[in-house]
């Protein structure tokens, strides 16, 4: 088992530590190296996907001892920084199946955390336990300083992970703001809301939850005027209408549907 001292960040500019020490490196494809273990870890990323990832489609006849070379760089930073003489650093940084394994508990990489924080979060919420959807799916958000990687070089492997993990956060960030929606949060929603339509524009469903928040708090006509705008939106960027949900949900609003209000299984979480 590597040395559970070692932590890694990736939701944001990348950090690594070893024992408190800083390990990153600064050349760019050692960077890439060290974020495609981390977000595998403790997978074993095989020699090919480390090579498309740092090269694409064109791989130098040298990139097999280039490869080798950047592991050797990498194990000593790891060994310069290690202070436990019965762990090498190649037993963190370690040749695994054909590939390179980094040694480190999922829950030392800020992206593995995230996801399990985002999965507990999905179970609390489809159990109807809206409370702890909320705490757990907000811990989970709070773990992103920024985009992620954003000061490593993507090659294709990385661009992939890098968007498996933003289709993660907003997929997170959209049940949060769900679940505060049924513990008749929507007043605190609004400023969040407005920020988030605005930079998704074409976004149906964050509209949807922005028309909700905007109706219960007293204001149905900004509501409609939400759903104008990303009706508009979708007219001149894409050609299409509105999806018969988001239409359903106008005329809801239109017709001061009932069942747009709290409802009172979700008003009971809201007393926690």
Not at 43 to 49: F, M, W
Not at 258 to 266: F, G, N, Q, S, V
Request: with cysteine; net charge negative; hydrophobic share 45%.
């Amino acid at each position: 088992m590597g040395d559970r001292r070692v932590e890694v960040k990736v939701l944001g500019p990348m950090e690594a530590y070893e024992n408190g020490v800083p390990i990153v490196p600064s050349a760019p494809k050692q960077r890439q190296i060290l974020a495609l273990l981390a977000l595998q870890a403790p997978q074993a990323v095989t020699v090919p996907s480390l090579m498309e990832e740092l090269w694409g489609e064109e791989i130098p006849r040298s990139a097999s001892p280039t490869l080798q070379t950047y592991i050797l760089q990498l194990r000593r930073r790891i060994g310069a920084a290690h202070s436990d003489p019965g762990i090498r650093p190649r037993d963190i940084l370690a040749t695994r199946f054909g590939g390179y394994l980094l040694d480190v508990p999922a829950d030392r990489v800020d992206a593995r955390e995230f996801e399990r924080l985002a999965q507990a979060g999905r179970r609390a919420f489809d159990a109807g336990d809206d409370f702890t959807a909320s705490e757990l799916l907000r811990a989970a958000l709070q773990l992103w300083r920024g985009p992620a990687l954003v000061d490593v070089p993507v090659g294709r492997v990385l661009e992939l992970e890098l968007m498996r993990l933003e289709e993660g956060r907003m997929a997170a960030l959209e049940q949060r703001i769900e679940a505060d929606l049924r513990l008749g949060r929507h007043a605190g929603l609004l400023g969040e809301l407005r920020v988030l339509a605005a930079q998704h524009p074409l976004h149906e469903n964050l509209c949807a939850q922005l028309m909700i928040a905007l109706y219960r708090c007293g204001a149905p006509g900004r509501a409609l005027d939400a759903y104008g705008v990303l009706s508009d939106n979708l007219v001149e960027s894409l050609g299409l209408n509105p999806s018969p949900r988001l239409q359903r949900l106008q005329h809801a609003v239109l017709t001061a549907d009932p069942a747009l209000e709290l409802p009172d299984t979700t008003a009971r979480y809201a007393v926690r």
